[in-house]
């Protein structure tokens, strides 16, 4: 078996605000309401949190952020705070040209907006000039021709400009993408949607990208209105939280605020969520 990584860091881009009818689907506001405290306007605070691999010569980034090229009308429609995503991978000593592999869970705007930039002339530019950007090959057909129930999630200027720079390597299902680091096509919450597995030391992390988007979203029935396979979503939610269970992983949530990673653990018959600092 290859080794698996050396090193982990949980970082953020920042927070951005959600409708939480929106990210808590069927659940009835006076229920979610009690999870996640809306502001005025109906909105929650979603974290958006992106994980640093070292693993041999490579550097590997599991999604990132929203970015920073949305207009000032836009960040105060959103309620988006600037984005931090350079700022913390340079606090644990690393600068955009030390990334060699961007893994992206998926294409919406809150997973892959930071993969590219804007230069001096205001052309959007990769982000990450060395490194190659892992898609499912359905996620990025999902991208580039989405339906008009899906259109508003996605901003070809977060993806496109990867394309023109050969930097995209489109996957067909699952695999490794470096030492220790690999990839499972899981559909659900959009097509060609993944998670990322990582093993690092005796234990292994999981990346659930939006299937599980805050630990809040470990119930069965917190679904997400804007997947595109709910009962897919749910079907393969049980096989992960089992699995989770299972094999003790430590299970990172992409948009989690003040809870951003944990385990799962049987005690007296029943499951149990254990936050853990990240």
Request: hydrophobic fraction near 35%; charge should be neutral.
């Amino acid at each position: 078996m290859k080794p698996g990584a050396s090193s982990l860091s949980l970082i953020s881009d920042g927070t951005v605000k959600a409708d939480g009818g929106t990210v808590f689907g069927q659940i009835p506001k006076a229920a979610w309401e009690q999870m996640a405290a809306p502001d005025r306007r109906n909105r929650i605070s979603l974290g958006l949190n992106c994980l640093v691999i070292k693993s041999g010569d490579s550097c590997v980034l599991v999604d990132t952020g929203l970015g920073n090229k949305d207009p000032d009308q836009t960040k105060e429609r959103y309620g988006l705070s600037r984005s931090n995503l350079l700022k913390n991978l340079r606090a644990i000593g690393l600068t955009a040209r030390d990334i060699t592999a961007v893994v992206l869970t998926h294409l919406h705007m809150e997973h892959s907006g930071g993969s590219t930039r804007l230069d001096r002339s205001g052309e959007a530019v990769p982000t990450f000039p060395s490194a190659k950007y892992y898609i499912q090959r359905k996620a990025w057909e999902d991208a580039t021709g989405p339906n008009e129930r899906a259109c508003d999630l996605f901003r070809s200027e977060d993806f496109l400009p990867l394309k023109e720079r050969n930097q995209i390597c489109l996957l067909d299902g699952d695999a490794e993408v470096a030492p220790g680091v690999r990839v499972r096509l899981t559909g659900g919450h959009c097509k060609g949607h993944q998670m990322v597995l990582v093993s690092h030391g005796g234990e292994r992390v999981a990346v659930l990208g939006d299937l599980v988007p805050t630990y809040h979203h470990l119930k069965m029935a917190c679904i997400s209105s804007t997947d595109t396979f709910p009962e897919d979503t749910l079907g393969i939610k049980k096989e992960l939280i089992a699995e989770a269970e299972k094999c003790g992983w430590l299970m990172v949530f992409c948009h989690g605020v003040e809870t951003r990673a944990g385990y799962l653990e049987k005690r007296n018959g029943d499951i149990t969520f254990r936050p853990v600092e990240f």
